[in-house]
Nanobody, 124 residues
Framework: QVQLRESGGGLVQAGGSLRVSCAGSGRTFSTYVMGWFRQAPGKEREFVAAISRGGTVTNYGDSGKGRFTISRDNARNTVYLQMNSLNAEDTALYYC?????????????????WGQGTQVTVSS
């Protein structure tokens, strides 16, 4: 129904900032709740943030509260995750996901479509 592709990952020093993006292709992007998840080696996929269809409501996981900001630009079929004050624990593969339901899910099982992920590595 929708194809997602993340970009913007890379290597950043601790304390720095990075913005990752997720572009949706081919469908009505604005009909989906969008979420960001991350997964580090040996760990489960972790909820990072979610945003409502119109971009007016957001949810954040504990790890990103006060540091991360999710936003979306439906005219460009893109969702963003701005990450500030990064530390080594933020090192992970970051995925974006789309959800048909109107509620902002916090479980990976709540989402229907996934991108391939973009790697974020934080060095000290």
């Amino acid at each position: 129904q929708v194809q997602l592709r993340e970009s913007g990952g890379g290597l950043v020093q601790a304390g720095g900032s990075l913005r990752v993006s997720c572009a949706g292709s081919g469908r009505t992007f604005s009909t989906y709740v969008m979420g960001w998840f991350r997964q580090a080696p040996g760990k489960e996929r972790e909820f990072v943030a979610a945003i409502s269809r119109g971009g007016t409501v957001t949810n954040y996981g504990d790890s990103g509260k006060g540091r991360f900001t999710i936003s979306r630009d439906n005219a460009r079929n893109t969702v963003y995750l701005q990450m500030n004050s990064l530390n080594a624990e933020d090192t992970a593969l970051y995925y974006c996901a789309a959800r048909h339901d109107v509620s902002l899910g916090i479980s990976a099982n709540d989402y229907d479509y996934w991108g391939q992920g973009t790697q974020v590595t934080v060095s000290s």
